[in-house]
């Protein structure tokens, strides 16, 4: 009998058999790659175990992954504890502070490279390491279109410092101690000592931001091992859930449990029942939707308001609360979450450890006596976080925070004080000139997915400083932008159709009167139907355009926030369907 050769590919290839480069020749593809691959010291024992692949989203631009060396050492040693072999590769890692002109702008092209990059080297299996913001969306997103067994690895929540004995941490205290410092309650030598304590360690915002809500959503769609979401970065607890987050990736490998039977619709549901619960950032929403359109699947806003309605804030966190994600993680995490939401969850979902939801649940015991999570009798807020919002001002919809904002203004009609975009909010917002009271409404144009480009946080204006040094702490603010989950007050954001494409934002004057009622789910604007045709037809918008690379494909191809803000062309045709290649 001939003996094969340690190179011929198998039919059913697996490991490094995978994905062969194209040469005309197989046998010669796996004799070249073997080759390479041991030059780096593999022995072809080590090459014959399961390959699983580790996205590292390491850079020194990314402090919120300034652990990924540590979790690295720990996840790979889970992966060889269970027989596996880790290989870890590179791709664009993106963080909210450093990212111009905004990490959203970034988020769909580190999908697409996480999405090329797997597909492109052979693995069984996928470990995700992400943590700030769009990270771990963008990750979910590339994973659910290249359709291998995919696992997520939370980087975890930094610590809480103390200033001046107040225990404070990023970053809706960023946001509270800069507002003292716009309204002259603090001096320039205070902001300068906050600053040293508000990021105590590397890690993501220590409140329910957009990282922190994030990880509550990649634990409730079943995407990490049970109590991924919590631990601290620096503890020990986080490197122990990046071993176990090792050994369950070659399980999922040798069990082929791909990614498309994890993010069904009844994981998705379970996703915004949590999102609603723990007061989660509005960027969840579009993060939502978009990993959804990957699988073909919707994220209905209807749906999701009326969730909202008995899906009450359970989660006593800041924003919305008074806690940070340490306190969470004592508090049992969010085990401790999903008990109190059992009643309203789907528990046949299917987990990443190959179990469902609910069996997971019976594993996690009883719990234990905490004040953080709070019962479905005893809310935080009596709805969930989250309120949709409908309207001749946004047909398509608009969300606001109603957790974190001011009850006395979620009524409210006033005037409009308009700024056509960013710069011209820069150029005014502080004017002594600024015709603007507490009472007035203030609607910030051009800062949606096309118009900015990218989408940015720069739907929370700040508060006029003619009126901060009044006193005044919240007014209500409009604008098709988006808004960090650290942030708080009185905010309709994602206003759809955006203004850039002649959404009716564009048409709002100065003066016009607008009105909120959350209870009506309503954000109107108060002129009549032939006069807003009337200033349509006076004023025709042109979409914005670019002449070259990345921004051209953003603004050709680039869709609003009810639909997640991804590339068309990205979605999946059909349920389970990747996108086409």
């Not at 697996?14 to 062969?20: A, C, Y």
């Not at 090329?116 to 990270?135: F, H, R, S, Y």
Request: net charge negative.
């Amino acid at each position: 009998m001939t003996k094969k050769s340690p190179a011929a590919p198998d039919l059913d290839p697996s490991g490094l058999r995978k994905g062969l480069t194209s040469y005309g020749d197989n046998g010669f593809s796996l004799f070249l790659r073997k080759a390479f691959i041991k030059g780096a010291g593999y022995s072809d024992a080590a090459l014959d175990r399961p390959v699983i692949g580790i996205a590292n989203t390491g850079s020194a631009y990314n402090p919120c992954h300034g652990n990924v060396p540590q979790l690295l050492e720990a996840l790979k040693r889970g992966i060889m504890l269970a027989g596996g072999l880790p290989m870890d590769f590179p791709t664009i890692s993106i963080h909210e502070s450093f990212a111009y002109p905004t990490s959203m702008y970034l988020r769909n092209l580190m999908s697409m490279d996480t999405e090329e990059m797997i597909l492109a080297q052979p693995m069984d299996a996928v470990v995700l390491i992400g943590g700030c913001d769009k990270t771990v969306p963008a990750q979910l997103m590339g994973a659910a279109s290249a359709g291998i067994p995919a696992i997520q690895l939370i980087t975890g929540s930094m610590l809480t410092g103390s200033h001046r004995s107040e225990r404070v941490g990023a970053c809706t205290d960023c946001r509270r101690y800069w507002g003292k410092y716009r309204a002259e309650e603090i001096d320039d030598q205070e902001i300068s000592d906050v600053n040293n304590q508000l990021v105590a360690s590397v890690g993501t915002c220590s409140v329910m931001g957009t990282a922190s809500t994030m990880a509550c959503i990649a634990e409730a769609l079943g995407m990490t091992v049970p109590g991924g979401a919590t631990p601290p970065a620096v503890t020990a607890d986080r490197m122990r859930i990046a071993e176990l987050t090792g050994a369950q990736a070659v399980a999922m490998a040798r069990q082929g449990l791909t990614i498309d039977r994890i993010l069904t619709a009844d994981a998705f549901e379970n996703a915004m029942r949590v999102l609603l619960a723990i007061g989660g950032s509005t960027n969840g929403i579009i993060h939502l939707a978009a990993i959804a359109g990957r699988l073909g699947l919707d994220i209905d806003l209807k749906t999701l308001d009326r969730m909202g309605r008995d899906t009450p804030v359970l989660l006593d966190l800041k924003p919305s609360g008074q806690h940070y994600m340490e306190d969470f993680h004592k508090a049992g995490g969010m085990a401790t979450l999903l008990r109190q939401l059992k009643p309203l969850l789907k528990l046949d979902a299917l987990t990443v450890t190959g179990r469902t939801l609910g069996q997971e649940l019976e594993l996690a015991g009883p719990g234990f006596a905490q004040s953080v999570v709070k019962t479905m009798d005893d809310p935080v807020y009596p709805q969930g976080g989250i309120a949709v919002l409908e309207g001749n001002l946004s047909p398509g919809g608009a969300i606001i925070k109603q957790s974190s904002a001011d009850p006395l203004l979620m009524e409210h009609e006033g005037r409009a004080v308009v700024f056509e975009n960013a710069a011209d909010l820069a150029d005014r917002i502080d004017s002594d000139a600024l015709d603007v009271t507490a009472h007035d409404i203030l609607v910030l144009k051009n800062i949606g997915p096309k118009g900015a480009p990218g989408m940015p946080e720069a739907g929370y204006i700040p508060i006029p400083k003619k009126l901060a040094v009044q006193g005044v702490k919240d007014i209500v603010r409009i604008s098709d932008g988006r808004m960090s989950g650290t942030a708080f007050g009185t905010i309709v954001l994602h206003v759809t159709p955006e203004s850039a494409i002649g959404g009716p934002l564009a048409y709002v004057q100065n003066g016009d009167r607008i009105r909120l009622s959350v209870s009506r789910r309503e954000i109107s604007l108060l002129v009549s139907d032939a006069e807003l045709r009337r200033r349509q037809e006076l004023k025709p918008i042109s979409p914005p355009t670019a002449a070259r690379g990345y921004k051209k494909l953003f603004l050709e191809t680039v869709t609003q926030a009810d639909q997640g803000v991804d590339f068309d062309f990205l979605r999946a045709a059909r349920p389970g369907d990747p996108a086409a290649r």
